[in-house]
Structure formats: C-alpha cells, structure tokens
C-alpha cells in the first residue's frame, strides 16, 4: 500500500490561477512540494507568492507555454534536470479559443493546448512519475475527435466544439495511459463549471451556466487534490472522477479503439516513437 502522507512532489501545470492554483495551495499545506508551470512570469510569481503565504513553502517555477511545442520539450528538459522522481503530474493548464486559431506547430490551439502538449510532456517524463491526474470536463459530450485529422474542428469552427473534442482527448489519453503503463496510476476529473480567468469574457460562460452553476476554484480543486492522496487500490486505473466519484464517461470518450488511435496520432503529430 502507498504512503500517502509521506512528502511529495507535485508538479501542476496551470498553476498560475483557478483550479491550478488552487490545488497548489491545498498540497503544498499538505506538505508536499509543489512546482508550478504556468506561461505568463508575473501571475506565475503572484501564484508562488500566495501558496507561501497559505503553507510558508516557496514553490519551483517553470514557465512554458503550451500553444509551443519547443516549449513543452525545454520544460520537460528541466524537469529531468531538477528532479529524479515526479511524485504526481497534475496535467491541468488548458485554453479555449473563440475563433479559429492555429498554433506555430500547425494544430488547432484546443487540441494542441489542452492535448498534444500534455501528451508529450507526460510521454518526456514517464520513466520518472509515480501518477498522473488529468484536468478533463463533461465538455466531453460535444466532442468530435477524428485521430486522421486531429484539425478537423478549424473547418466550420465552433469553441465548444473544439474544447469539447480536446476534452474528449483528454478522457481517452488517460485510459490509453494506463493500459500502455501499468505502473503508473493515471486519472482524469471532471472539475465542475468554474469561476476562474480561463472562463472570462468567453462564451464557455455563457454555456457553462446551462450545464451546471459555477463553483469556486476551491471546490473544483478538491477531486484533483483527493485522487493525488487516495490510495491506488481505492481508485480505477484510467477512470473519469467527478465530485470524488466514478464516473462512466460518454460512449465517444470510453471507446478503446479510438482512445490506441489517438495515442499513436498524438505520437505522430508531436515526434515521438514507441
């Protein structure tokens, strides 16, 4: 059985703000040491700032901008370089685009963002983690995923849609995990509608409000925080979790076949082999 009350580390991407931030904080009360990747330096700093002043413990940071492929690759170089062992990856930055965007890299910004990039950092530093937990959504219902045209939501271009189907990415990246790598736990969560910057002057909104009412990043934080501490023979290898309870996805986010498409697509689309 895993000691969970032993000293982590704990990497959180999107840990400028929102749920992100909010995990940091909870964790790094907890005990555990936390890193923090976020893309802009000054929220960063307020970020670090505010975890020291809830636990007293200075976080790491590491800036990287997941809309750049390069930049996930130097981030993953520095993690290897400053750590042996990653206790928890808490793969949680994402984006949503109102209109059409393309990345430097070619892809769509939703799926490249909230997809491509964690799959590659995670694919970087599998050797070295010990779990890995998804920030994912019921979004996941709107999604249209094609693994032969991981751009196709740039053609009639709608924003839920292309969150939606990078969402749906995310459900079926975290249950290929776990079959491709028994020994690490992987994990994905629905975290609610939330009231955080990712959600400002956005439609996702709009949207949102119909779905479920907001929570605050606090609450939508606590599944995260609860599947970094629960014992892994508590919880379901490659699940999806929602207010700290399995959940069965829908069917286009639960689909095997599609979920070993997607891996070697997303392993085509970013150079990376087997």
């Keep these: 059985m895993e000691d969970l009350t032993e ?21 790094a009360c907890r005990g555990d040491q936390v890193v923090l990747v976020g893309r802009d330096p000054a929220r960063l700093q ?55 965007l393309t990345t430097v890299d070619g892809f769509e910004m939703s799926i490249q963002a909230n ?17 890995i937990v998804v920030t994912a959504s019921a979004a996941h219902r709107f999604g249209a995923l094609d693994p032969d045209d991981l751009n196709a939501p740039l053609r009639g271009y ?3 849609g292309a969150y ?3 969402k749906q ?16 736990p992987a994990y994905s969560f629905h975290p609610g509608v939330v009231r955080t910057r990712f959600a400002n002057d956005s439609r996702l ?7 479920l009412p907001f929570r605050s990043p606090e609450k939508a934080a606590e599944t995260l925080v609860w599947l970094t501490n629960q014992d892994r023979s508590r ?7 929602a207010d700290r309870r399995l959940r069965r996805p829908y069917r286009k986010a639960a689909d095997p076949q599609l979920a070993a498409r997607l891996w070697e697509a997303s392993a085509k689309a970013v150079g990376i082999g087997e």
């Design 205 to 211: 909104v709009a949207i949102g409000m119909r779905i």
């Design 46 to 100: 307020a970020a670090a700032e505010r975890v020291r002043e809830n636990s007293g413990e200075r976080p790491e940071l590491f800036r990287a901008d997941f809309a750049v492929l390069d930049d996930v690759r130097r981030l993953a170089e520095r993690l290897r370089d400053a750590y042996d062992r990653i206790d928890v990856l808490a793969n949680n930055a994402g984006a949503i685009a109102l209109q059409p």
């Design 115 to 131: 997809h491509l990039a964690p799959f590659l950092l995670t694919n970087l530093l599998a050797d070295r983690l010990g779990r």
């Design 235 to 241: 919880l379901v290898d490659g699940g999806y979790y």
């Design 7 to 27: 000293r982590r580390l704990v990497v959180v991407t999107g840990a400028s703000s929102g749920i992100g931030m909010a995990a940091a904080v909870h964790l």
């Design 158 to 160: 709608r924003s839920m």
């Design 164 to 166: 939606g189907t990078s």
């Design 169 to 184: 990415a995310n459900v079926l990246f975290t249950s290929e995990a776990a079959r491709r790598w028994p020994g690490i």
